[in-house]
């Protein structure tokens, strides 16, 4: 099994700018997660899919952070417009089951916006 | 916020010994999960512990729970410069859905 598979790897854009971060989950895992790790506030979930539906969005810190998950092997989650302070490495994950077993998580996408 | 706080911050020890990090968390827990990540890596998940388990060992990593004082160890015996990563507990709650919280990790530096 390849992983979960997140590209880009590397993401530097301007302020301004959207900012599209695509995962691809492991096959037939059911639920995903989309985190962001940063020095100050260490890892944050933004946003938690079930069986391609958005459960939990609690964590996105507000309206210009947007995620789809089209289907069971796609996500996106989208930035805009993009801001200095969203620069992190953003994480996707995926397991099997209702969100309670361990998590599979991508390489990350490291995002710099200038 | 964050659920589980790691006990130390940073770690620095010599190939062969023991490596101990401790985990405390603040609410009732489902599980506890202890995850590594290396430099510019994804996490990478060690071991999953139930909140009716103890003790739990993998290779040479052995975790315990206390519940009663909501806190959980992580011990890497025999270490090696592969070792050297940040280490993070994460918690569950219980009841339904709950979000899988993570402390801030203990970077365990092995030097050869």
């Known amino acids: 099994d390849a992983g979960v598979i997140q590209s880009p790897r590397h993401e530097v854009t301007e302020m301004g700018q959207e900012v599209t971060l695509r995962c691809k989950p492991i096959?037939?895992?059911?639920?995903l997660f989309w985190y962001r790790q940063t020095m100050m506030r260490g890892l944050e979930l933004l946003i938690y899919?079930?069986?391609?539906?958005?459960?939990?969005d609690s964590g996105m810190p507000e309206d210009r952070f947007s995620a789809k998950m089209p289907n069971a092997s796609f996500s996106t989650l989208k930035i805009q417009p993009s801001e200095p302070r969203d620069s992190a490495v953003y994480f996707c994950?995926?397991?099997f089951g209702g969100g309670n077993e361990k998590l599979f998580f991508g390489s990350g996408t490291q995002l710099s916006v200038l | 916020s964050q659920q589980g706080e790691e006990d130390p911050q940073a770690l620095s020890i010599q190939e062969g010994e023991n490596a101990t990090m401790n985990c405390s968390y603040k609410?009732?827990?489902?599980?506890l999960q202890w995850y590594r990540q290396n430099s510019g890596r994804g996490l990478v998940h060690l071991i999953l512990?139930?909140?009716?388990?103890r003790e739990k060992h993998s290779g040479r990593l052995r975790v315990t729970l206390d519940t009663s004082k909501k806190s959980s160890s992580l011990l890497i015996t025999a270490s090696r410069a592969a070792d050297t990563a940040s280490y993070f507990c994460?918690?569950?709650?219980?009841?339904?859905?709950?979000?899988?919280?993570f402390g801030a990790g203990t970077r365990l530096a092995v030097h050869p």
């Open positions: 096959s037939g895992h059911n639920s």
């Open positions: 994460a918690t569950r709650g219980s009841g339904g859905y709950n979000k899988l919280i």
């Open positions: 609410t009732s827990i489902n599980n």
């Open positions: 994950a995926s397991s």
């Open positions: 899919f079930n069986n391609n539906v958005p459960i939990d």
């Open positions: 512990i139930r909140s009716n388990e």
